[in-house]
């Protein structure tokens, strides 16, 4: 009788270790960093299957801004903050004077509006700017600005979902989390971003 209540012990302990081991989706996303898990979490309600595209509630399309000015409004909503139509606007590089054409050009590197969400986050005070990259953690919002081959430039604006030292490229790289036209809506990237280089301005913010 010892024996098989002994056997019964162990073996309700391990299925309990087993089922531990276990996470919800929900768990999963609360242990996720604050910004990602909350952009996680935008994901799966308010913007489960939207597609990407110039924002539109009838559409439900999603550009990269707009998500990313979503995350940051949810965030300080939380922490009774109000996202006021001027925050936006930097968010979202929403700006009339900026003084030049970003697509031929290239953005100005004297203007720090330039950097969208990581200029936003340092001039409201609600977080700080990382300009070294080994320090980028997941969870950080990324700006960046990139030339194409042909000599045009594009913006881009996510978060970073990971990130990784390539010891051959000798530069790290970072998997985002974001509205993107490559994968038609909110996804991790299928690609992994170089955060430096000759043809890129990458801007890197943090909320605390």
Partial sequence: MKKINKTIIITLLMCSIIF????????????????????????????CDWSYGSYSTEKKHLDCTTFVSAVVDTILSRHNISYTAEMRNDVLINHLNLGRNVVQEGPDLDDPRYGGVAYAIVKYNIGIQIKDMSQ???????????????????????????????????????????????????????FELYLSGDDRVVYIGRIR
């Fill in 20 to 47: 531990a081991g276990e996470k919800s989706t929900k768990e999963v996303i609360a242990d996720l960093p604050d910004a990602l898990g909350i952009a996680h979490e935008l994901d799966e309600s308010v913007f």
């Fill in 136 to 190: 980028v953690k997941p969870g950080d919002f990324i700006q960046y600005w990139k030339q194409s081959k042909n000599g045009t430039w594009f913006g881009h604006a996510s978060l970073i979902e990971s990130v990784r030292y390539d010891k051959k490229a000798k530069v790290y790289k970072a998997k985002i989390f974001g509205s993107h036209k490559s994968t038609d809506g909110i996804a991790v990237s299928d």
